[in-house]
């Protein structure tokens, strides 16, 4: 989705995208088993892969968006507070859960196969924020950085633009002066053609193609570092919040799943996780909002990923030490660690993309990254949650989070790989002249 951003247009895929996720939202309420075929579990894992394509273009397209409209003192400050507000989107979730819940309290608790009508409802309301913002997609106009680069795919050099520049100032500095203009002819009704000084041997200029550019290492090495850092943060990330289950017992809000009622149990597990994203997550996102301009993407990285390097060492060797004698304890340190990824690399990994690749080639690069990030939380999920367990119940965890700090120690340095972007233009984080032979 973010190679057709650059190549079809940003505000066009962007459109699309959402419609995408309205659709298969709507779909995954409405699954249900075929008479002969898939059963509901099928049908709505299908849907949820489609959806992902829409939530996908999300990334580098709403990134991209942002970058090429805002101004350079309000940029970072903009593309942060944009991603930020999924920290609300996090903490609205169990709101909303927790109000469709109640409204089926007691047919749950007498057959708790209601359910079936609580997950539905839930998954269909998520469609409507997509609704509401779909008519201001669909008015977006992409923008003149855009614009003025699909315009110029094969226009005059910078030295021939330069000369032709030239040569426009000293003609009008010659006719306000009158020093070597000479006396005015009479009109003769016919058009004065002005030449401009040009040298022959001035070229077009020819665009690079994507693997041109990036094949190299000075641009390379950016869009490595941006994916890289994004793939680590999200190893980290997606391992801890799948493990949120034990944040959630230490604060008592886990519940007894055989003692309660189905309907108290979920309820409980919602406020549970309400907590650990504003004793963390929130304030984490807007943190990095109000210091971002002031303290440049670069550095936020750097604290960020060497502070989540040591918590998740405390953790990870002190991991059974700190939960037996103190869960207070932990759930300070697990909260700082929520904190120092939202005001760290959770929302840096999502700004610098954004900025720091050429216009041609911006929504592109971003997708790459984003996509990294999300094959991260695949090895999290599809991987490291599976060895969890390894020796008796979440008795491999110490391990998983030594392991995250490992990743942590490796986002870390591929920063140095990326330009710091805080008070550039776009055009001056990457010379746009490199786009071209």
Request: aromatic letters at 12%.
């Amino acid at each position: 989705m973010g190679r057709l951003g650059d190549k079809v247009g940003r505000t066009t895929v962007y459109s699309a995208g959402l419609m995408i996720a309205i659709i298969t939202t709507i779909a995954s309420a409405f699954s249900s088993s075929m008479v002969k075929g898939f059963n509901v579990f099928i049908v709505l894992f299908i849907w949820r892969v489609l959806l992902g394509f829409g939530i996908g273009s999300d990334y580098p397209l709403t990134a991209t968006i942002v970058s090429e409209y805002a101004s350079v003192h309000n940029r970072g400050k903009l593309m942060a507070a944009v991603f930020s507000f999924q920290g609300f989107g996090n903490v609205l979730a169990p709101i909303v859960s927790i109000i469709v819940l109640a409204c089926f309290a007691q047919s749950v608790d007498r057959d708790v196969q209601n359910l079936d009508y609580v997950w539905r409802i839930i998954i269909g309301v998520g469609c409507i924020p997509g609704v509401s913002t779909l008519y201001w997609r669909l008015t977006m106009t992409d923008s003149e950085r855009f614009r003025h680069v699909n315009d110029n795919d094969l226009g005059p050099s910078d030295e021939s633009t330069t000369v032709a520049s030239e040569s426009e100032k000293l003609l009008a500095q010659e006719t306000s002066t009158g020093s070597t203009s000479p006396a005015p002819e009479e009109p003769t009704g016919e058009v004065p053609e002005v030449v401009l000084a040009i040298p022959n041997e001035v070229q077009p200029r020819h665009v690079k193609s994507f693997m041109q550019y990036f094949s190299e290492w000075r641009h390379l090495k950016v869009l490595l570092g941006t994916s890289i850092a994004w793939f680590a943060l999200d190893v980290a990330f997606y391992g801890i919040n799948l493990n949120s289950s034990i944040v959630i017992g230490a604060i008592g809000f886990a519940g007894d799943i055989k003692a309660d009622r189905p309907s108290r149990y979920i309820i409980r597990n919602c406020l549970g996780n309400i907590i650990i994203n504003i004793l963390g997550s929130v304030p984490g996102y807007w943190i990095a909002v109000f210091t971002i301009e002031r303290l440049g993407r670069v550095r936020i990285q750097l604290m960020g990923f060497a502070a989540l390097t040591v918590l998740y060492l405390i953790l990870g060797f002190a991991y059974h030490q700190i939960l037996d004698k103190s869960s207070g304890v932990f759930i300070f340190i697990f909260s700082l660690a929520q904190l120092f990824q939202n005001f760290g690399p959770n929302v840096t990994t999502f700004v610098i993309p954004g900025e720091v690749f050429p216009t041609r080639f911006r929504s592109t690069a971003h997708g790459i990254s984003a996509a990294m990030g999300k094959l991260g939380a695949i090895v999290a999920q599809g991987g490291f949650f599976q060895l969890k367990d390894i020796g008796g119940k979440n008795a491999f965890i110490n391990r998983l989070l030594q392991i995250f700090a490992l990743f942590m120690l490796i986002g870390f340095f591929v920063t140095f790989w990326i330009p710091e972007s805080k008070g550039k233009t776009l055009e001056e984080i990457c010379d746009e002249r490199e786009e071209y032979y």
